[in-house]
């Protein structure tokens, strides 16, 4: 589903999802959502949120949707299938809602991506997406490791494909689509530690150093940025998400 997937799915990133709910990161959804409407959760990973959703709309009507279907749990409650935000598996105008959480920050064809979200909705039916912002996320101290570490993140994640200042853009994109009453909300949240910021950074510039030999001297003193961020003192980090509700 996504192009290069840039965090992977490696024990420390799944386990960043897993720990996701929808509580926590689509309680914005919850308060639109009904029981007996059709979701799909695209790009739903480990599936704890779309469980969170099914509570809410009821058994047998959440399909989640990920191109790794390994991450899948077993679940009564919950359909889940392999498939692609391009080629969502589902008939034209089947569904009532469409649910995205940290998705289109790392899609290659947004736009493409919201034409089928948009296909699979019947007229009236809710696109809702929650979308990071790199550019504005808070971190406290902000010192020259903490930049250069996050340049040669940033730096991947526009290899794999993505846009890790999406945020700034969904709005637009998703009015180009062809939505209506589109509505953005900002929120700051605090996901990992500064320190666990750090360390995931640098797994993930030793990574594509090992990988390739593409941007080599970049990456490397970035992942030096990176471990000498991961080896300092403690601060603050939050992402800020771009939360969205629009009508087809």
Request: charged share 25%.
């Amino acid at each position: 589903m996504l192009e290069g997937y840039a965090p992977g799915v490696e024990r420390d990133a799944l386990s960043i999802m897993a720990s996701r709910t929808a509580a926590d990161r689509a309680e914005y959804v919850l308060r639109v959502l009904r029981p007996g409407m059709r979701v799909l959760d695209v790009g739903c990973g480990p599936g704890t949120i779309t469980a969170g959703l099914a509570t809410v709309a009821g058994r047998g009507c959440v399909v989640g949707v990920d191109r790794e279907p390994r991450q899948f749990p077993k679940s009564s409650t919950v359909e889940f299938v392999a498939g692609d935000v391009y080629a969502l598996p589902v008939a034209d105008e089947s569904v009532d809602l469409v649910f995205a959480h940290a998705l289109v920050e790392h899609l290659a064809r947004p736009a493409h991506a919201l034409a089928e979200m948009r296909r699979a909705l019947r007229p009236g039916g809710v696109l809702a997406l929650s979308t990071s912002d790199w550019s504005r996320a808070r971190l406290r101290p902000g010192t020259a490791n903490v930049a250069a570490a996050l340049r040669g993140h940033y730096l991947l994640r526009r290899r794999a494909g993505g846009d890790p200042f999406a945020g700034k853009h969904v709005a637009s994109w998703v009015s180009a689509a062809g939505f209506r009453d589109v509505r953005t909300h900002g929120r700051f949240r605090s996901d990992m530690s500064y320190r666990a910021l750090a360390r995931y950074v640098e797994a993930r510039l030793d990574a594509a150093l090992s990988a390739s030999p593409v941007d080599r001297d970049q990456l490397a003193s970035a992942a030096r940025s990176a471990w000498a961020w991961s080896h300092g003192g403690d601060g603050e980090f939050a992402q800020y998400w771009v939360e969205l509700l629009a009508v087809k």
